[in-house]
């Protein structure tokens, strides 16, 4: 059975079993009721009825029914860490061939740079891992044991070579500011499973990145849809706590009398927006005790805190990935890392050697504790990163200490990500780049092949996920894209 | 997200015309309501928006009343330096719950 979006209108206003509108017409002055009774009732039968007016069908039966989408900030090097490249070992010092060299467009290096291979010492080789033999970094040395359930693509590419426009281009199919992300179209496609808490959450580690919080906007579509960032030290979202003196009787009444009035604004103008507005400040007054609850990881078990490597109270990675868990496992449709520090222009195995000590652990130990439980299968985990880094070096190899400096460039043309759970093949590789890892020489898949295979394991069909605007239908893959089924495990 | 904006220079303008009205009769109550939404939303409220509003000042007002450690919490942490009567402080403590729902007005923010 499969539904079109493109036929409906705002989805404030599109027909559901009770009309939104009616619903907030009959209710009028009891909208506060609402709330209350789910907070402090126990009336399954009403709650679940109104969680199904607020989900909505998938075009097709999903495999998975969340995402954990950690994107690396500023682009890691997927050549030290995923594509191993012998050759370019061999031949590091040698000059990049001038035409690949001009093939392509860099941020920073003009001249003929030269190649630089992944770095000798035994800590930054590669092993096979696992059963099926995956090649990964010695850098991942937990990312190694899980390696059986990781699908790697390798010769994903992208359209744009700096960050900003690259992450809004992989996070929103589009190089500039406007369009959805990934999570709001998610949200909008398939609604949240807990009304208590926002379909898509944002975790940030490290400065928020370049192309700043429109990474998880909403775009186009109803601002209700768009990602809200957990800050994981003082209150989750600001002002979650309500101010000295105003108690939560005090703040349900406050509540109450601006959704009245806004209800009645919203019968005389009919703006979508309105409706949004008393759904977003319904939602916040439950944020006001689910969110203390969700964010209070000292409730886990002490062998959950080493698993992950948590630090307690501080901003960290790791308290990140146990909270997206925590998350999914509350029905969180899509959770977002993003960890910032990864664009080595300068010191690439030094920087590579820092950060993914900091992640290796507990994103493997993540998609551990989501199989333990059971939540593997319908929880799709997707490393990424807006682009990947050049074959060749930033910076020269006159000396010792200029060596020890050694950077890598942004490349737009090769780069990889990995999926793990939620239906995709593990312990698979796709895709194949030269022996330099410059270009892609077999299976290339483009970010918007990407997306629209991240939106089939939800049970959606990204050509007919559009949202109708400015006189034409938007989709997150804009006029593109394909399913890449090899990297499905059930095609 | 709720938008707490808590503009306290407004709030001092409305608790001055409260205090211009001396006794906070019903009448009174509702001059001040109807000059604070006009305030927030630049058109002549209806009657029944300042009855919703009016239902809040007094909900307000009985419970600060019942609980007059309230009062000190809300206005200790924002209005140092200023002199007030500790008969106008309840009468403060309340107006703030109200204004703070008609800053939060979706036609004050968004028009």
């Given at each position: 059975?499969?539904?079109?979006?493109?036929?409906?209108?705002?989805?404030?206003?599109?027909?559901?079993?009770?009309?939104?509108?009616?619903?907030?017409?009959?209710?009028?002055?009891?909208?506060?009721?609402?709330?209350?009774?789910?907070?402090?009732?126990?009336?399954?039968?009403?709650?679940?009825?109104?969680?199904?007016?607020?989900?909505?069908?998938?075009?097709?039966?999903?495999?998975?029914?969340?995402?954990?989408?950690?994107?690396?900030?500023?682009?890691?090097?997927?050549?030290?860490?995923?594509?191993?490249?012998?050759?370019?070992?061999?031949?590091?010092?040698?000059?990049?061939?001038?035409?690949?060299?001009?093939?392509?467009?860099?941020?920073?290096?003009?001249?003929?740079?030269?190649?630089?291979?992944?770095?000798?010492?035994?800590?930054?080789?590669?092993?096979?891992?696992?059963?099926?033999?995956?090649?990964?970094?010695?850098?991942?040395?937990?990312?190694?044991?899980?390696a059986d359930e990781m699908c790697v693509v390798k010769s994903l590419h992208t359209d744009e070579f700096n960050h900003g426009p690259a992450q809004m281009f992989m996070l929103s199919g589009f190089g500039r500011?406007?369009?959805?992300?990934?999570?709001?179209?998610?949200?909008?496609?398939?609604?949240?499973?807990?009304?208590?808490?926002?379909?898509?959450?944002?975790?940030?580690?490290?400065?928020?990145?370049?192309?700043?919080?429109?990474?998880?906007?909403?775009?186009?579509?109803?601002?209700?849809?768009?990602?809200?960032?957990?800050?994981?030290?003082?209150?989750?979202?600001?002002?979650?706590?309500?101010?000295?003196?105003?108690?939560?009787?005090?703040?349900?009444?406050?509540?109450?009398?601006?959704?009245?009035?806004?209800?009645?604004?919203?019968?005389?103008?009919?703006?979508?927006?309105?409706?949004?507005?008393?759904?977003?400040?319904?939602?916040?007054?439950?944020?006001?005790?689910?969110?203390?609850?969700?964010?209070?990881?000292?409730?886990?078990?002490?062998?959950i805190h080493q698993m992950y490597g948590t630090q307690p109270g501080k901003t960290h990675f790791a308290n990140n990935c146990l909270l997206a868990r925590r998350l999914v496992e509350r029905g969180v449709r899509?959770?977002?890392?993003?960890?910032?520090?990864?664009?080595?222009?300068?010191?690439?195995?030094?920087?590579?050697?820092?950060?993914?000590?900091?992640?290796?652990?507990?994103?493997?130990?993540?998609?551990?504790?989501?199989?333990?439980?059971?939540?593997?299968?319908?929880?799709?985990?997707?490393?990424?990163?807006?682009?990947?880094?050049?074959?060749?070096?930033?910076?020269?190899?006159?000396?010792?200490?200029?060596?020890?400096?050694?950077?890598?460039?942004?490349?737009?043309?090769?780069?990889?990500?990995?999926?793990?759970?939620?239906?995709?093949?593990?312990?698979?590789?796709?895709?194949?780049?030269?022996?330099?890892?410059?270009?892609?020489?077999?299976?290339?898949?483009?970010?918007?092949?990407?997306?629209?295979?991240?939106?089939?394991?939800?049970?959606?069909?990204?050509?007919?996920?559009?949202?109708?605007?400015?006189?034409?239908?938007?989709?997150?893959?804009?006029?593109?894209?394909?399913?890449?089924?090899?990297?499905?495990?059930?095609? | 997200?709720?938008?707490?904006?808590?503009?306290?220079?407004?709030?001092?303008?409305?608790?001055?015309?409260?205090?211009?009205?001396?006794?906070?009769?019903?009448?009174?109550?509702?001059?001040?309501?109807?000059?604070?939404?006009?305030?927030?939303?630049?058109?002549?409220?209806?009657?029944?928006?300042?009855?919703?509003?009016?239902?809040?000042?007094?909900?307000?007002?009985?419970?600060?009343?019942?609980?007059?450690?309230?009062?000190?919490?809300?206005?200790?942490?924002?209005?140092?330096?200023?002199?007030?009567?500790?008969?106008?402080?309840?009468?403060?403590?309340?107006?703030?719950?109200?204004?703070?729902?008609?800053?939060?007005?979706?036609?004050?923010?968004?028009?």
């Amino acid at each position: 059975m499969s539904r079109h979006f493109s036929e409906t209108q705002h989805p404030a206003i599109q027909p559901t079993p009770i009309g939104r509108r009616t619903l907030l017409q009959r209710t009028g002055f009891g909208l506060g009721a609402f709330a209350l009774t789910d907070l402090f009732q126990a009336d399954h039968s009403r709650a679940v009825a109104k969680e199904r007016r607020h989900l909505r069908s998938p075009h097709f039966a999903p495999v998975a029914k969340n995402v954990i989408y950690v994107h690396m900030v500023g682009a890691p090097s997927h050549l030290d860490l995923f594509d191993h490249k012998p050759v370019l070992q061999q031949r590091e010092g040698q000059d990049c061939p001038q035409e690949l060299f001009e093939s392509g467009k860099f941020a920073f290096v003009r001249k003929l740079p030269k190649l630089l291979g992944t770095a000798q010492e035994k800590k930054y080789q590669f092993r096979r891992c696992g059963e099926s033999g995956l090649m990964l970094s010695n850098l991942l040395p937990h990312l190694q044991q899980v390696a059986d359930e990781m699908c790697v693509v390798k010769s994903l590419h992208t359209d744009e070579f700096n960050h900003g426009p690259a992450q809004m281009f992989m996070l929103s199919g589009f190089g500039r500011f406007g369009r959805p992300s990934i999570g709001s179209w998610l949200s909008y496609g398939l609604g949240s499973e807990n009304q208590n808490l926002p379909a898509f959450v944002v975790l940030v580690t490290g400065n928020v990145l370049g192309a700043g919080s429109a990474a998880w906007g909403s775009g186009f579509l109803p601002s209700q849809h768009q990602g809200v960032e957990f800050r994981t030290q003082g209150d989750a979202v600001l002002f979650l706590s309500n101010p000295a003196g105003i108690e939560s009787n005090s703040r349900r009444q406050i509540i109450d009398t601006v959704n009245q009035l806004n209800q009645q604004q919203l019968a005389d103008v009919a703006d979508p927006e309105i409706a949004t507005r008393i759904q977003q400040y319904e939602l916040a007054y439950r944020m006001q005790t689910s969110v203390p609850e969700l964010m209070d990881i000292t409730s886990e078990p002490d062998h959950i805190h080493q698993m992950y490597g948590t630090q307690p109270g501080k901003t960290h990675f790791a308290n990140n990935c146990l909270l997206a868990r925590r998350l999914v496992e509350r029905g969180v449709r899509f959770v977002q890392l993003f960890d910032q520090g990864w664009d080595a222009h300068g010191s690439v195995f030094g920087n590579l050697a820092n950060k993914t000590q900091q992640v290796d652990q507990p994103i493997a130990a993540l998609i551990k504790d989501l199989k333990q439980r059971g939540l593997l299968e319908q929880t799709l985990v997707v490393w990424s990163a807006e682009f990947g880094r050049t074959p060749f070096a930033q910076g020269d190899f006159t000396s010792e200490a200029s060596r020890k400096k050694l950077g890598r460039d942004h490349h737009k043309d090769a780069f990889c990500v990995w999926m793990a759970g939620g239906g995709v093949r593990g312990g698979f590789s796709f895709g194949q780049t030269d022996e330099l890892g410059y270009k892609i020489v077999q299976d290339p898949v483009h970010v918007h092949d990407f997306n629209a295979t991240l939106l089939h394991q939800l049970g959606l069909d990204h050509t007919k996920l559009t949202f109708r605007y400015q006189g034409r239908q938007y989709r997150l893959t804009d006029i593109a894209g394909q399913v890449v089924r090899p990297l499905l495990a059930r095609v | 997200m709720i938008r707490l904006i808590w503009k306290w220079h407004w709030q001092w303008l409305i608790v001055f015309c409260a205090k211009l009205t001396r006794q906070p009769t019903a009448q009174a109550d509702q001059d001040c309501l109807r000059f604070a939404l006009q305030l927030a939303v630049s058109r002549k409220p209806a009657d029944q928006e300042i009855a919703v509003l009016q239902k809040l000042l007094q909900d307000e007002r009985k419970r600060l009343t019942d609980n007059p450690q309230l009062v000190d919490q809300r206005i200790g942490t924002h209005a140092t330096g200023y002199q007030i009567k500790s008969a106008d402080r309840t009468e403060l403590a309340a107006w703030t719950a109200v204004t703070n729902a008609l800053l939060n007005l979706d036609e004050t923010i968004h028009y």
